[in-house]
T-cell receptor, first 111, second 117 residues
Framework: DAKTTQPTSMDCAEGRAANLPCNHS???????VYWYRQIHSQGPQYIIHGLKNNETNEMASLIITEDRKSSTLILPHATLRDTAVYYCIVRKGAAGNKLTFGGGTRVLVKP | GAGVSQSPSNKVTEKGKDVELRCDPI?????LYWYRQSLGQGLEFLIY????????KSGLPSDRFSAERTGGSVSTLTIQRTQQEDSAVYLC???????????????FGEGSWLTVV
């Protein structure tokens, strides 16, 4: 699976949008972009995924650049409970491929 | 159940003892994964069961680690002759195997915390 590059950490203000960048310049055509987060002492939580179109669900929005070499996860109104490590992962779309986790971005939401 | 269920949630064992960790995947999920995460470290892939095919054991760190999946559902991860470096949280995850990419998202359990003393 293609590697991803994320900032090590970032802070954001409660109630503001949090924009989390991810670079995946070696992504191939059949690889999806997945985002997970891990709140302290809990298992990773699925957030969203996409192939090339922008995606939105009740948790977040995913913006993928046209060349698919980077993406941004947007938490529209960050809350203190969004403090977590956020992982951007690229994974082949064929059924059954595992997730390979990198270091992620440690997001701290401040009041 | 509604989510991936793991047991025990916490286990303290003496060095040299064997331990078994159990995972109940989401109902209907035919793919099952084991990961581990040592304190302050990232998630490390261990093993993957894909339906009736041979499992991908490429992440198992030593021959003291083994896993089985009975009846295509419940899985047990066994660690023999535990060492202190085996202390970690062991995470199980599951997904559908035979659906479109949009349908085979992987979901994780809350993990089994293992402490070897």
């Amino acid at each position: 699976d293609a590697k991803t590059t994320q900032p090590t950490s970032m802070d954001c203000a409660e109630g503001r949008a949090a924009n989390l960048p991810c670079n995946h310049s070696t992504i191939s055509g059949n690889e999806y972009v997945y985002w997970y987060r891990q709140i302290h002492s809990q298992g990773p939580q699925y957030i969203i995924h996409g192939l090339k179109n922008n995606e939105t669900n009740e948790m977040a929005s995913l913006i993928i650049t046209e060349d698919r070499k980077s993406s941004t996860l947007i938490l529209p109104h960050a809350t203190l409970r969004d403090t977590a490590v956020y992982y951007c992962i690229v994974r082949k779309g064929a059924a059954g491929n595992k997730l390979t986790f990198g270091g992620g971005t440690r997001v701290l939401v401040k009041p | 159940g509604a989510g991936v269920s793991q047991s025990p949630s916490n286990k303290v064992t003496e060095k040299g003892k064997d331990v078994e960790l159990r995972c109940d995947p989401i109902s209907g999920h035919t793919a099952l994964y084991w990961y581990r995460q040592s304190l302050g470290q990232g998630l490390e892939f261990l093993i993957y069961f894909q339906g009736n095919s041979a499992p991908d054991k490429s992440g198992l760190p030593s021959d003291r680690f083994s896993a089985e999946r009975t009846g295509g559902s419940v899985s047990t991860l066994t660690i023999q002759r535990t060492q202190q470096e085996d202390s970690a949280v062991y995470l199980c995850a599951s997904s559908f195997l035979d659906r479109l990419p949009s349908g085979n998202t992987i979901y994780f359990g809350e993990g089994s915390w293992l402490t070897v003393v």
